[in-house]
């Protein structure tokens, strides 16, 4: 059959679940004209992938969904903490971490917070704020060949309902098409890793007596540790509906068939220690855990994204917020090119950034795994072991030593043993909290859709240097001056020193890529400041 429709668009998306829906999303609201196709009829029913890190949320926030999110996210929101217990009934029971922020700490370093929302709650979310940026949204729809020259990416889609084909032709191609990825397969792309982990059946399934058993304990996970019957509990909605991950050996012979009703049923009555509850089996889908890292993220105009570049353990929730952030940092820079202010070069750096946080993420689930004695995990010998660093450090407080960014120190771990957020270029840019006009924003909420130069009072000769700097790069480029004198933009909330708290002086200035990473970092007074300016984006723009 022969294609009958064809399309052009800047940028094709391969894959509909949380990394490809928000790399919809976040090309949508830079006004990048894009297309996305996956195979399923509609959104995932199954509630996986529920953790969302804080700076998943902060891009969410920067992204106009965070509201909706949490509304979606709700009915857990009181959920916090992992128990590992014998049983729901005995008292072997142990709290391997009660609070994801004890002490609350987390505001003084962001404007978000974690949110628990399941992905079968967040993806409609997604759906709906993509198309509403201008996102093209097709489902039922799969890429069936693909091939790609200087110009550009020639791809035919199948409509899975009529067998009808189509041809669209992509100035790029994102491929956010899972961990058996057919786009990376096709490349011929490898991955490294130890491979797969450990293999579970997540079984859903109603139970209103468990909520009685269960009690006050709002957890995110219960890790049950009976010898005949461990696996992991999750609550739905912490009343009737809930999750049960149960081991599954492959290996050994055992298949999914294997996985009856009533052996389920007698896995979750053993697991809970509640012998005669009513449990009524709604939906098995089969999961993989493992660690790998593709050895290329991109090959000529296509890239990966989410678990078609990287694989990693569930404890920690990291792959899917890696995968959100991944194509976070994608969308800003084919922006730039699209556009015309970058050089097709600043693509490169995205593997350049990405990879070794992917790399030190999954390192660190692992060894999370095996610190939390994941159900169904057995750390090779010899492998990591002990107590590890906060997630909080890995989930917002990795870097980028190098790729799009001036004067970052190339020994700058990827993920630093303490958070260091202090405006070093390759970090997060700090979160402090201002006011204009009455109205209260976070740095954070000022960094989307172009770069910003942030400097004090006495910074209008940087005011000047980026309106020089916009003429010659077509860049958008926003320049806020931060302070209480009557030519500021922004005044800092409670007499906070924006030039100390981004590690400055108040002649200096500090430049935010859209991403919000901290691009470059004058300590001083410059003599020059547009001529630096203007340096320092040739540079990161990947213009000669």
């Known amino acids: 059959m022969n294609p009958t429709v064809e399309d052009r668009v800047p940028v094709l998306v391969v894959g509909g679940s949380l990394v490809g829906l928000s790399a919809s999303l976040f090309l949508g609201r830079l006004g990048i004209r894009h297309l996305l196709v996956e195979k ?68 003084r370093i962001s404007p978000s917070a974690w949110c628990l929302c399941s992905q079968n709650d967040l993806e409609p979310v997604l759906v709906r704020c993509a198309r509403e940026h201008g996102g ?41 098409d899972g961990p058996r990825s057919p786009v990376r397969e096709r490349l011929g792309i490898g991955q490294t890793g130890p491979g797969d982990l450990f293999h579970n059946v997540s079984i859903t399934f109603r139970a209103p007596q468990l909520a009685e058993v269960v009690g006050d304990r709002r957890f995110i996970a219960c890790y049950l540790t009976h010898p005949e019957a461990d696996g992991a509990l999750l609550p739905v909605d912490n009343k009737a509906d809930w999750v049960f991950h149960a ?69 920690g929730a990291f792959g899917s917020n890696t995968g959100i952030q991944d194509a976070h940092n994608l969308a800003w820079k084919l922006a730039a090119v699209l556009n015309g202010a970058a050089g097709p070069e600043l693509l490169a750096t995205y593997e350049a950034e990405r990879q070794p946080v992917a790399r030190e993420t999954s390192a660190r689930a692992s060894a999370r795994s095996a610190e ?15 107590r590890q660093r906060g997630v909080l450090t890995v989930a917002l407080g990795y870097c980028y030593p190098q790729g799009a960014v001036v004067g970052a120190d190339p020994a700058l771990p990827v993920v630093p043993d303490q958070m260091r957020l202090t405006g070093e270029p390759g970090t997060r840019a700090p979160h402090m909290w201002l006011r204009a006009g009455g109205e209260r924003r976070s740095t954070l909420d000022l960094y989307e859709k172009s770069f910003v130069l942030l400097t004090g009072s006495d910074g209008e000769m940087w005011r000047t240097a980026a309106k020089g700097a916009n003429e ?70 990947c213009r000669s």
């Open 40 to 107: 399923h009829a509609d959104t995932s029913r199954h509630p996986r992938g529920r953790g969302n890190n804080v700076r998943t949320m902060e891009l969410f926030r920067v992204a106009g969904a965070e509201q909706g999110i949490r509304e979606a996210a709700s009915v857990l929101a009181d959920n916090h903490g992992i128990l590992q217990a014998r049983s729901l009934t005995g008292d072997d029971q142990e709290w391997l971490f009660k609070e994801i922020d004890p002490g609350g700490g987390l505001a």
């Open 136 to 176: 093209d949204l097709r489902f039922s729809t799969e890429l069936s060949s693909f091939e790609q020259d200087a110009q550009g990416v020639r791809a035919t889609l199948r409509n899975r309902e009529t067998g009808e084909l189509s041809t669209v032709h992509a100035d790029y191609l994102i491929a956010a």
């Open 247 to 315: 081991p599954w050996h492959p290996d050994a012979g055992e298949t999914l068939e294997d996985f009856t009703d009533e052996r389920c049923i007698d896995h979750i009555r053993r697991a809970t220690g509640v012998p005669d509850m009513a449990v009524e089996i709604t939906g098995k889908a089969p999961w993989h855990a493992a660690e790998r890292v593709a050895e290329r993220y991109a090959d000529g105009r296509i890239f990966l994204a989410g678990d078609s570049a990287h694989e990693m353990s569930p404890t």
């Open 372 to 386: 939390h004695s994941h159900p169904g995990y057995a750390p090779a010998p010899g492998a990591a072991g002990g």
């Open 472 to 541: 010659e790069f077509s860049l958008g480029l926003d320049c806020y001056l931060i302070g209480t004198g009557p030519n500021d933009d922004l005044a800092p909330e409670d007499g906070a020193d924006w030039a100390e708290k981004h590690g400055t002086t108040p002649e200096g200035a500090v430049l935010v890529r859209p991403d919000g990473f901290v691009a470059w970092r004058a300590e001083g007074r410059v003599a020059d400041p547009e001529a630096a300016l203007r340096e320092v984006l040739a540079a990161l723009l």
